[in-house]
Structures are given as structure tokens and as C-alpha cells.
């Protein structure tokens, strides 16, 4: 009955691609999923569970820059800015957003494929929002 919901959000904080995986699993499990369409000089904001070298190194043959903060226990220091990381709230913010359709936060769905689908209707409804205040 747990799980992660997976974003790939714009600098807006509208979602790109939404990705789900267990809860009891590990983020790093999933993150080739959503990062698979990383665009040439575009910024990989995650948070520390996506701190792995493979995920460094997808992002450099995508032409990408990756800029995760790295755990405590790392052994060899990385280039981390966190100027460049402030951002990521626009994540978070899209977390929040979702979380305000009652059937998001309290996860009334059994199946995982039924909870993904709901999650992607509130999405759709961010996106229908911000053109409806545009025209």
C-alpha cells in the first residue's frame, strides 16, 4: 500500500514525466526510468537519494549536468553548488500541489497502476490550469 511517486518536473514545476515504485524501495531503483529523456544541457536537480555515480554518469553521456547533494559517507568529494540547487522547491511545490486532491494524500487506491493514473489526471489539471490563466 506504499509508494514513491518519481517527478520529472519544468522550471515551472509543471510534470514532464511521473515514474512509480514501491515504498520500501530504494530511490535509485527507478531514477533510469525518468531520466531517460534528459535534454542536452539541461540541470538534474535531485535530492541525496539519487546520489549514485551511474546517475553521473547518464547524465554526462546525455550531454546533461547533474547537480545532487552528496551523502555524508562519500567517499570522493563531487561538484555540488547550492546556488544552482534552489530550484528544486519547484519540485517539492508540484508534491504540494497534488497532495491537495484529497484521493493523492491519503492514497485511497489499492493498485499502483490506479494510483499513477490519479496522480496523472491532478498533473493534467496543473497543466490545464496554467493555460487556462494564459488565454
Known sequence: MTSKIHAVVDS?????RLA???????D????GKPLSRLKVGSM??????YNADWIRELDMKKGAWANIPPKSNRSDPI???PYLYRPRKQVERFFNRIKQCRRMATRYDR???NYLAFVQLASIRLWLRLNESAS
Not at 512509480?20 to 530504494?26: D, F, I, N, V
Open 12 to 16: 515551472n514545476g509543471l510534470p514532464v
Open 20 to 26: 512509480l515504485s514501491p515504498g520500501e524501495a530504494h
Open 28 to 31: 535509485v531503483r527507478l531514477a
Open 44 to 49: 538534474l536537480l535531485a535530492g541525496r537519494g
Open 79 to 81: 561538484c555540488f553548488s
Open 111 to 113: 493498485l499502483a497502476a
